[in-house]
């Protein structure tokens, strides 16, 4: 649910003092960090980072926060080295003790699915998180701190099917924030959803990932003034991220339910209007591919339906022709995931006029097997005898040269360039493919003159065909 603040402003605003600590410092979101406590009133701040002084922006940084007023430290550290850590304390002034930690560094690069994740890459994303967080609570507990703060990740509340190690590592934070507080020592774990212009997802393909997913950038000052707030409710644990709930509760939620989103009420509007019927939509008259299938006999409805879901299955992720999605092969197979799965679904609710549920292509997870379904949607055809097939069992009983046209496009291309028929094929074809493209052609004619294209070949003629295709591929092997 959404997070509750307290019903009065504080008496006094949360301030730094002393000495702050900040690993990742010179980093995007540790630089933004360290500058916000600069103007809160700290005295020192020291940075660290794997490359201290070197590291790219940190010399523009150490002077843009001394012209604020602060010293500053820029160490070359990596917190889980726990001996290296000790000496960065140890220097610490005594005139300017330290006050508080703010662990921001972490690594998300090498993480991998399951399945293929190797110890190795574990170990270097929990090193940067987990082995330096808890370095961090063993040598600072007795130092009377103000404020020690995590940096977690939105991946360890809602979790990250591509990034199960550092979802793994952020959730460790948390828990360390709960058993600080329940020492009585000082302790906040901030799952950050994505900063604009700093932090990890700055990496383009990783930032349009979760945009897609509906998992927005906040601005800085918006996620520094959150983290403020935090600290001076005194809260052991929150999620701070901006959300496109209509883009991000369907796909999250396509494949299983969602306790966790249950208590927010964006969420749940997103879900009743996902399985709707988008206004317009069927309102008045019906969608023009909905129009088009009323218009068709059986046989050519299901291969218009089905040539209709390849389409759309090949623009949602990004090809340039429906040849890219065979139709029998499983969706998971050609790319889509949670949210084009999402996406396809969305197509197909506008251009069919129907409420589809998020989880429409992983219920029926080939083109085949969706237009199948859709088809027993629009047109009311029951299930055969073993249940599997609807619409398209109408269809086939409607065409007797079904078999046929299987044979053909059963045939490799490669094998009917080889066989020296591709060309013969194609010129078949011709007036087909230029009608659906909305130009005109001159018709290609067989050895008789006779023939229009292939749409036009009897089954005595496609049989002809095939049986020639088949002798000459099997005179080349």
Not at 129 to 143: N, S
Not at 157 to 176: E, I, K, M, R, T
Not at 264 to 287: F, N, Q
Not at 353 to 358: D, F, I, K, R, S
Request: charged share 25%; net charge negative.
């Amino acid at each position: 649910m959404h997070a509750a603040p307290a019903d009065a402003a504080p008496d006094r605003p949360w301030r730094a003092r002393g000495t702050a600590l900040i690993t990742g410092g010179t980093g995007g979101i540790g630089g933004r960090v360290a500058r916000w406590l600069a103007e809160s009133g700290a005295a020192h701040l020291v940075l660290t980072s794997r490359r201290g002084e070197e590291a790219p922006g940190a010399a523009g940084l150490r002077a843009e926060l001394e012209e604020l007023g602060a010293r500053v430290t820029i160490a070359a550290c990596d917190a889980a080295d726990r001996d290296a850590l000790t000496a960065v304390l140890a220097a610490i002034p005594a005139d300017t003790p330290l006050t508080s930690v703010f662990h921001a560094a972490g690594v998300a690069d090498g993480d991998d699915s399951v399945e293929t994740l190797t110890l190795a890459q574990l170990d270097a994303l929990m090193r940067s998180k987990l082995t330096a967080a808890l370095h961090l609570h063993e040598l600072t507990r007795d130092t009377g701190l103000d404020a020690f703060v995590l940096f977690s990740s939105g991946a360890a509340v809602w979790g990250s099917g591509g990034q199960p190690g550092y979802a793994a590592a952020n959730a460790f934070l948390d828990a360390l924030a709960e058993h600080r507080r329940a020492e009585g020592l000082p302790a906040s774990s901030v799952a950050w959803g994505t900063w604009a212009e700093v932090g990890m997802a700055t990496v383009d393909e990783v930032h349009e990932r979760l945009r897609r997913q509906g998992v927005m950038p906040m601005e800085p000052p918006l996620a520094i003034a959150a983290l403020q707030r935090m600290l001076e409710d005194g809260d052991t644990q929150l999620t701070v991220t901006l959300m496109d709930w209509d883009r991000f509760t369907p796909s999250f939620t396509a494949t299983r339910p969602s306790p966790l989103l249950s208590g927010i009420p964006e969420a749940g509007r997103a879900l009743a209007a996902g399985d709707s019927v988008p206004e317009g939509d069927g309102a008045t008259a019906a969608p023009p591919l909905r129009q088009r299938l009323d218009t068709l006999p059986a046989a050519e409805r299901a291969r218009a339906l089905l040539d209709a879901v390849r389409a759309d299955a090949a623009s949602t992720l990004g090809h340039d022709s429906a040849g890219a999605i065979p139709a029998s092969r499983a969706f998971r197979d050609v790319g889509f995931d949670s949210v084009t799965a999402v996406e396809l679904r969305n197509r197909l609710r506008s251009a069919l006029g129907l409420p589809l549920p998020a989880a429409l292509v992983f219920d029926h997870p080939t083109p085949a097997a969706l237009a199948d379904h859709l088809g027993s949607l629009l047109f009311g055809t029951a299930p055969g005898p073993d249940g599997t097939d609807r619409s398209e069992r109408a269809a086939r009983a409607d065409d007797p040269d079904a078999r046929i046209r299987d044979a053909l496009a059963s045939v490799p291309i490669s094998r009917l360039r080889t066989a020296g028929l591709l060309d013969t094929v194609l010129e078949l074809a011709a007036p087909y493919t230029d009608a659906a493209n909305g130009t005109s052609a001159p018709a290609a004619a067989d050895g008789n003159g006779s023939l229009d294209g292939i749409d036009d070949l009897d089954a005595e003629s496609l049989l002809r065909l095939a049986t020639d295709i088949r002798a000459v591929s099997d005179t080349d092997r």
